[in-house]
């Protein structure tokens, strides 16, 4: 079997690799993956019920790169989604990230009024503030309240999340808690924010419908690399597996979904509701808040962080520390060694965590720069 690429993976980092390599350059593809399905993590089906759930987790949409948003509508119309989430901090739902309403929610009247008036004097209204910032300010107030939102939000969910205490990890983890000085309640402030109309999986499928891709399921590139012949390889997989371990496993942290389906048309208050410090998981997510259908009956998907075994459970997060990032580097290494004929792509691909818009943005930019 002869083809000019091989992509191996077909989530969204391959997927794009391969709808502009096929349609600009008309080369032929072939894109393969072990899961039964396109879509990688980013995968949504309808359930028995009929309700559109994402099966991997909660996926939203949200950049301010023009030429992503842009890219995808090609393959996609959307629907406005701004997304909301809860936390259980002290028994109460408070909206996250930490603004002035969680202030208000959380503190008596007379102190949280003087929380946020120091803030937006500190910062300016609308500002921004990652956790680590707010904890070096030389104000007593300001640091009680740095201390109070890492230890309620950040450190007992990253002791959950990751695997390891906080102080382990890189800190550019604790840069993404951000505390705003404002009453903004959306979890993201990006241009934009919505959700493929019809869903991750329907976007996707479009974006294969390409005369010049085949596509391969159940497969493991493994089993057929010796007979697929092609110029070159796009590799969105493990990079410590491609190289057969050879420098040892990068350590990843995995999920276990509790997904069920409630004969009742609201389960929760927010689409996503995060428990930082009770129970043993890390949050529930209701379907129909992302997607905006309307049904009797509601789907929700609690998830369960759990070690990464190689071979038994999907890799879906790189932990970020500096020891992991120094054994990529010596992966990183290898792979310029051979980048003449193997592109190594996505989280996976380059051991980091990547936000949807920014695995499209990488992708269009390892286009552009094929010679």
């Given amino acids: 079997m002869y083809t000019d690429w091989l992509i191996v993976g077909a989530g969204l980092t391959g997927s794009t690799l391969a709808e502009r390599i096929a349609s600009q350059r008309r080369e032929s593809v072939l894109i393969i993956d072990q899961r039964d399905h396109i879509g990688g993590n980013v995968y949504d089906e309808y359930n028995e019920y009929g309700i559109l759930t994402h099966k991997y987790g909660p996926h939203i949409f949200h950049t301010n790169s023009d030429e992503v948003f842009n890219y995808l509508s090609h393959f996609t119309s959307w629907c406005p989604y701004y997304h909301k989430v809860l936390a259980s901090v002290e028994g109460q739902l408070v909206p996250i990230p930490f603004n002035l309403n969680t202030i208000n929610k959380l503190f008596p009247t007379q102190m949280a009024a003087r929380l946020g008036d120091k803030l937006i004097t500190e910062y300016g209204y609308g500002a921004r503030v990652p956790i680590l910032k707010l904890r070096e300010v030389e104000d007593t107030d300001l640091n009680f309240l740095a201390d109070y939102i890492y230890r309620n939000v950040f450190e007992s969910y990253t002791r959950k999340q990751w695997g390891v205490n906080p102080e382990d990890l890189s800190p550019a983890v604790t840069a993404r808690v951000p505390v705003l000085a404002s009453r903004d309640d959306r979890y993201f402030q990006d241009t934009y924010q919505a959700m493929p109309q019809y869903g991750y999986t329907n976007m996707i499928r479009r974006m294969l419908a390409q005369p010049n891709i085949r596509v391969m399921l159940n497969t493991n590139w ?67 808040w992302l997607t905006g259908q309307k049904h009797t009956h509601t789907t929700t998907i609690t998830e369960y962080p759990i070690p990464h075994i190689s071979g038994k459970t999907i890799p879906y997060y790189p932990i970020p520390s500096e020891e992991n990032r120094r054994l990529y580097g010596r992966y990183d290494d290898k792979a310029k060694e051979i980048s003449d004929t193997v592109i190594f792509a996505g989280r996976l691909g380059n051991y980091q965590y990547y936000n949807m818009d920014q695995a499209v943005a990488q992708s269009l930019a390892i286009f552009r720069k094929l010679p």
């Fill in 222 to 288: 493994q089993d057929v690399k010796e007979e697929i012949q092609y110029k070159r390889i796009i590799f969105t997989g493990p990079i410590d597996e491609f190289f057969n371990y050879s420098q040892g496993q990068l350590p990843y942290r995995s999920l276990n979904f509790n997904i069920q389906t409630h004969d009742q048309n609201k389960f929760q208050d927010a689409a996503v509701i995060n428990y930082p410090n009770d129970y043993n998981y890390t949050r529930i997510t209701e379907q129909k």
